[in-house]
């Protein structure tokens, strides 16, 4: 314990104390050898004294003979105790100093020695006992307070593992509430714990994000030279002659693919790409179709005005400067040629909203726009219903190339470096683009490099998760064994923090990973956890997906299920037999028909079941707006088929911009980006105008060829 919060504990009694010691001055004198017996506790106090008004006493009112006197000079009155705190100042200083440690022992032990030895011819027997009591009992409060923050500290630990706090992460009492809701905190401002950012994204690799590793992994005799076959095929179907153009093109632009088939021109500037590889059928150009850019503040502000219309901008600001004392980037992908890309965005948006057309769609990302990402993603979903999988593939990954070039070279998808609001459009057209590449990896068996991209897609976003991560990546991460990555999720506050992030997906991925490791006293703990929050979709697990006999859970029904559950439960409905067999769905059977049966008994409680009602940009009619998303997103008709029909009639529901965020009213209606931000309205009433022209043409010709037929045969009329 420090001298100063000595002083602060006891500074009365410290005060009496030297009182006595003064008033019994003439006392001292007479008890010489009695206070050389009782030096060494007078001796702790000297060494426990403050040192930090030592300067303050250099100076003194009356002429000092010798040092003797000089050190006995100040405890004749109480109010400075000084050069005792001195001689403590020098000692500190004498024993920092490592290098001359014994040296610096002795001359202590006997400064210290004559010091008590003179301070004691002026002290009571009596003093000296109080004070020795009082400074026992500072000693013993010290060593009990350490020790209780020690256990603390290790209890802490043991029950948290990976919980780091650091100076700019104050976590409230509040934010360990189970029950905790992000639809009464739209801005997640009891989230508080940035440095999970690095822990749980920090270990992604670009490298890991090219399946053409995880192929080399998986098959040993794979050569270079297949992996270059590979690379030098084309991503789509293109006829020789449009080959050969492109092969001109190729030598009228410089630094297009180099040997590795990853360099790429963007402007003045030689782009080395990240994550994807050139394909021999992409046309080249000499700069990207996207610049990135970072967020101004104001731009943070208006964002979070969007979010929490609720909050006073004092609030609004105290979190952005939390977020950048974290070292948190936020940014947004913008049109490099504004001017070309509200021209391509305005022929998109007739071909797909206005007057649906895909050979006009298929035309424009053919010849006028190759690179135009919402035409290529919504052609790739074209190819995929007429059961073109390879050339839907090419497009995917041609739309990750427009970002891959426009991504600056030292930005990394580690929570930090690179986040991209919602709000912006190209911002979810990546988004999108990466989803669609999840469904491909999966696809062709790449589940290791799939993983990787899921947290890619979490860390772009990971309080709003617009795409819901949550309710699906644990699939991809049980697939390819990632068991301690979820156990490390299993404590982190990227789940726990409210209870809507601890999705039935986590909660059963956490179980499975513990099962793996044979912790089956960790598995049966999170079990309970989970059965606490998902009571109701472990029931219709265990009746519809053949665990159990419906008797079992006769009478456990709940009168009010939330459209939220009943949505989340069909989707992990279709996952779950791919991975619960054998003893693990064994241990989740018996588990399940003990919890029941406790339910039963009323000796087990659950969460009662909510809907949500605040106001929220995050939910629509009390539904999470990212678990709607996913649904739509992953094409599955049961899944789909539970989405309610007014939101279909209601919402937009387009491919291309799936429940794209809302505004408030006017004053947001700039700042939230749609499709028709980018869409010039007087080329579109250009356009239209043209469009029925050629209509009101077309009809024309098809009555005249009409009238013409009938003159030319007067008896093909209708028969009476």
């Known amino acids: 314990m420090s001298s100063r919060a000595l002083r602060r504990l006891q500074e009365n009694s410290l005060e009496q104390s030297l009182a006595k010691l003064g008033s019994n001055e003439a006392e001292t004198e007479s008890n010489d050898d009695y206070n050389r017996q009782k030096a060494k506790p007078v001796n702790i106090f000297a060494l426990m004294a403050g040192d930090d008004e030592d300067e303050k006493d250099s100076e003194s009112d009356h002429s000092q003979s010798d040092k003797d006197s000089k050190e006995m000079e100040p405890f004749k009155t109480v109010e400075k105790p000084k050069p ?205 179709e996207f610049v990135i850019t970072q967020l101004s503040r104001q731009e943070l502000k208006d964002w ?207 179980v499975f990973s513990y099962l793996k490791l044979g912790l089956k006293d960790s598995a049966r703990s999170e079990l309970r956890k989970a059965f606490y929050h998902h009571s109701e979709a472990l029931r219709s697990i265990f009746v519809e997906g053949g665990l159990g006999d419906e008797s079992v859970v006769a009478g456990l029904e709940s009168s009010e299920v939330s459209p939220d559950s009943v949505v989340e439960t069909k989707a992990y409905l279709i996952r779950m037999k791919v991975l619960w067999r054998g003893p693990e769905l064994n241990f989740l059977y018996d588990e399940l028909f003990t919890l029941f049966s406790e339910l039963k008994s009323g000796r087990l409680s659950t969460k009662p079941s909510s809907t949500f009602s605040a106001e929220s940009p995050f939910f629509i009619d009390g539904m999470h707006v990212n678990l709607l998303r996913f649904a739509v997103l992953s094409q599955e008709s049961p899944l789909m088929a539970c989405i309610p029909e007014h939101i279909w009639s209601e919402r937009d529901v387009y491919e291309f911009d799936v429940l794209p965020p809302q505004p408030h009213g006017r004053e947001t209606e700039d700042l939230i980006e749609s499709v028709k931000s980018f869409v010039s309205e007087n080329d579109l009433t250009m356009t239209r105008m043209e469009m029925m022209q050629d209509e009101n043409l077309l009809n024309q010709i098809t009555q005249m060829s009409l009238e013409q037929f009938l003159q030319e045969n007067p008896n093909a009329g209708p028969d009476e």
């Not at 020789?240 to 632009?253: A, C, G, S, T």
């Not at 050139?278 to 080249?284: H, K, L, Q, S, V």
């Not at 990394?412 to 669609?436: D, E, K, M, W």
């Not at 409210?498 to 059963?508: H, P, Q, V």
């Open 84 to 288: 005792v705190q001195s001689a403590t100042n020098s000692q500190k200083k004498k024993k920092s100093r490592k290098n001359k440690k014994d040296k610096s022992a002795k001359t202590k032990a006997s400064e210290v020695t004559g010091k008590s030895r003179k301070l004691n011819e002026d002290s009571a027997g009596e003093s000296d006992e109080e004070l020795d009591r009082m400074l026992e009992q500072f000693r013993l409060r010290d060593l009990a307070g350490k020790k209780n923050s020690l256990e603390s500290k290790l209890e802490n630990s043991d029950e948290s593992e990976g919980d780091f706090d650091t100076a700019n992460e104050v976590e409230d009492d509040q934010n360990n509430d189970p029950d905790a809701s992000s639809s009464t905190d739209p801005g997640f401002t009891k989230f508080d714990s940035f440095s999970e950012y690095e822990r749980i994204f920090g270990l992604i690799d670009m490298r890991k994000l090219n399946p053409d590793n995880e192929y080399k992994l998986l098959f040993d005799d794979l050569s270079a030279e297949s992996l270059a076959d590979v690379d030098s095929m084309t991503s789509t179907h293109v006829s020789p002659q449009v080959m050969k153009q492109i092969d001109r093109l190729k030598h009228m632009v410089r630094n297009w693919g180099g040997k590795d088939h990853k360099t790429v021109p963007n402007g003045s500037t030689t782009r080395r790409l990240a994550f994807t590889k050139i394909r021999d059928d992409w046309i080249p150009t000499a700069r990207g």
């Open 304 to 510: 979070n005005a969007w979010q929490r219309p609720q909050d006073w901008i004092d609030e609004i600001e105290r979190s952005i400067k939390k977020w950048e004392k974290a070292g948190i980037n936020f940014f947004k992908f913008e049109p490099a040629n504004p001017e070309l890309t509200r021209k391509s965005m305005t022929e998109f948006y007739m071909s797909v909203v206005l007057h649906p057309d895909h050979e006009a769609l298929i035309g424009l990302i053919s010849s006028k726009f190759p690179y135009q990402v919402p035409a290529l993603l919504q052609v790739a979903l074209i190819l995929v219903r007429q059961g073109d999988k390879a050339n839907s593939n090419g497009l995917v990954e041609r739309a990750l190339f427009v970002f891959d070039r426009a991504l600056r070279s030292h930005i990394a998808f580690n929570g930090t470096s690179c986040q991209l609001p919602y709000i912006h459009f190209f911002n979810r057209q990546f988004y999108f683009a990466i989803f669609r590449y999840i469904q491909i990896l999966s696809q062709r068996g790449a589940v290791a490099t799939a993983s990787e991209w899921c947290k890619v897609l979490w860390s772009l976003s990971p309080l709003e998760d617009p795409l819901g991560c949550r309710y699906f990546m644990e699939h991809y991460l049980l697939m390819n064994k990632e068991y301690e990555f979820m156990i490390q999720l299993a404590k982190s506050p990227l789940i726990n923090t409210y209870a809507d992030w601890y999705t039935l997906g986590m909660a059963l991925g956490i």
